[in-house]
């Protein structure tokens, strides 16, 4: 059996690659692997989280290729699950040349591990560094659109393998999951997260939409989640995608591009803009009125990312309440 191990072993990875690629592209043969490189790795008793890429050439219909592919490998968490998300998003063919997906090769039950095709590109934080603010209203516009073309093409979205329908309760970490580790980690802020909780899973219930207004949602989109090349853009990592309310996706991205882009541009009158300029994008990518509650659930959302961003804080190895406390007001200011 293939374990942990052999993901970073050179030889193993370019038997594996042989042997798997051939039974799911018999078109691709002669793989070699010329490198391996670690992108994240995390080992800790038995808990590893590892993420690998391999530069690689092989014959394709009997043209030589270079080709990169990655390996994401959790004890955790399921790349199963991913694995299945990401077949969906080429099922459905919502991945075209423009609005690009990584294509999912396989899964490796033996390490946990989702093998996928590069892109090419780098992720839109990235793009903030230079500062160049048409450059980036540019790619918000194209993130935007295909956003909404994810959200027309699974508009009332039924066939989704065991229903995976997510509500704000089970968004990772969970609600259970969350309140256990703040009563460990910080205990003086448990009632505080227990309030918020109960604020913003009534506000959803409130305005959950029926079925046929549910869509594929990506679940965990902001800046670095978003790739630009010369093509067009990118979505990666689609381990939280399910069904679900698609404001919650531009509600998350426009809170993170705040949060994360004010790193980088210290302007509010800009990133007020830019969040303008992102949501009119979509709405007209979209080709639909918004609904009449469409500002509460995208308010809803917003807020329930920065408090999101706040559990993480307070729940990570190593807390930083400091950090919490400015987000944890900014929500309870605005969400009653």
Not at 71 to 89: D, F, I
Not at 132 to 137: G, S, V
Not at 143 to 164: C, Q
Not at 284 to 291: D, E, K, Q, S, Y
Request: overall charge negative.
């Amino acid at each position: 059996m293939f374990k942990i191990e052999d993901i970073l072993d050179q030889v193993k990875i370019e038997q594996l690659l042989n042997e798997r690629l051939a039974e799911i592209q018999p078109v691709m043969s002669d793989i070699v692997v010329h490198s391996v490189q670690v992108v994240k790795q995390t080992f800790h008793l038995d808990y590893y989280n590892l993420v690998a890429v391999y530069s690689l050439s092989c014959l394709e219909n009997g043209i030589k290729k270079d080709l990169t592919i990655y390996c994401s490998a959790h004890s955790n968490e399921s790349r199963r699950q991913t694995m299945a998300n990401l077949q969906l998003l080429w099922r459905k063919n919502i991945p075209n040349s423009q609005f690009q997906a990584n294509r999912p090769l396989f899964y490796e039950p033996g390490c946990r591990a989702l093998f996928y095709v590069g892109l090419p590109g780098r992720n839109l934080f990235q793009c903030f560094e230079n500062g160049h603010q048409t450059e980036i209203n540019g790619y918000l516009q194209l993130t935007a659109e295909w956003l909404a073309r994810l959200h027309r093409l699974t508009l009332g979205l039924n066939d989704w393998p065991g229903g995976r329908e997510q509500r704000i309760g089970n968004v990772v970490p969970g609600r259970i999951r969350a309140l256990e580790k703040v009563q460990e980690n910080c205990p003086q802020y448990y009632s505080r997260f227990v309030k918020l909780y109960d604020l913003l899973e009534q506000r959803e219930a409130s305005h959950w939409p029926n079925c046929d207004n549910l869509t594929m949602i990506h679940g965990d989109l902001h800046p670095e989640n978003v790739v630009i090349n010369d093509d067009g853009a990118a979505i990666i990592d689609w381990a939280d995608a399910s069904i679900g309310d698609p404001a919650r996706d531009l509600g998350s991205f426009m809170q993170q591009l705040v949060f994360m882009g004010q790193r980088h541009i210290d302007d509010e009158n800009y990133w007020q803009q830019a969040q303008s300029l992102f949501l009119e994008t979509y709405h007209r990518a979209v080709g639909l009125n918004p609904p009449v509650d469409w500002h509460k659930r995208l308010k809803t959302y917003y807020y329930f990312t920065a408090f999101r961003t706040a559990i993480y804080f307070i729940t990570k190895s190593g807390p930083e309440p400091q950090r919490a406390d400015g987000l944890l007001d900014e929500v309870e200011a605005n969400i009653n």
